[in-house]
């Protein structure tokens, strides 16, 4: 059963451009939901996170919005670089276990 | 400081035999996670630990998985009698709280297992 629901599969902008990803889950107990970046090679990095009390969270180029009452949450990249190419996971955990993950989005960012 | 460490990087066995994955999780993190991440596909949880305690171990696929976190640093996820569907990437993650809500999962680069 999956639970978090991302979309789109992949995405192509142009440098500059604002990338979105768009998630949505099923579990309201659900009270923490990062997004991750990944890189070929490499495990999964943190990048930004937000707790459901919060509509909002800017940090750099990165934002979350947060619907609770649609069980929605996406990434906003602003002013997208080529650097920002990579695979990005939107998860999801309850008071400090398991995440649970979304099925990934390929970010590419033409120069 | 280091991040998570995990190792052997890549694991080549028959099918058949056992394997030991290590993961070495941040000093001082309290709580360790495994996850199982397929080519283009999320982690998927298998088990976690607070300090040497297991607390969850429902992901485990089946009664060939097994993990230990014996002195609450270390641990150690095993599987035996491999099968090429055992094949994949194996994550391991550590955080640094307990009762404290959610704290960052960090994520080591892995360990590719291959079953021939």
């Known amino acids: 059963q999956q639970q978090v629901k991302q979309s789109p599969q992949s995405l192509i902008v142009q440098k500059g451009g604002i990338s979105i990803i768009n998630c949505a889950y099923e579990?309201?107990?659900?009270?923490?939901f990062p997004w991750y970046q990944q890189f070929p090679g490499k495990g999964p990095a943190l990048l930004i996170a937000?707790?459901?009390?919060?509509s909002e969270k800017k940090e750099g180029r990165f934002t979350i919005s947060f619907n609770k009452s649609a069980k929605q949450f996406s990434l906003h990249i602003m002013d997208s670089q080529p650097g920002d190419s990579a695979t990005y996971f939107c998860a999801a955990s309850r008071s400090g276990s398991r995440l649970t993950f979304g099925e990934g989005t390929q970010l590419t960012v033409n120069p | 400081g280091a991040g998570v460490s995990q190792s052997p990087r890549y694991k080549v066995t028959k099918r058949g035999q056992d394997v030991a994955l290590r993961c070495d999780p941040i000093s001082g993190h309290v709580s360790l996670y495994w996850y199982r991440q397929a080519l283009g596909q999320g982690p998927e949880f298998l088990t976690y630990f607070n300090y040497e305690a297991q607390q969850d171990k429902s992901g485990l696929p089946n009664d060939r998985f097994s993990a230990e976190r014996p002195e609450g640093s270390i641990s150690t996820l095993t599987i035996q009698r491999t099968e090429q569907r055992d094949s994949a990437m194996y994550r391991c993650a550590s955080s640094s709280g307990v009762g404290v809500g959610n704290q960052p999962q960090h994520f080591g680069d892995g360990t590719r297992l291959s079953i021939l």
């Open positions: 937000i707790r459901p009390d919060v």
């Open positions: 579990n309201t107990a659900f009270d923490y």
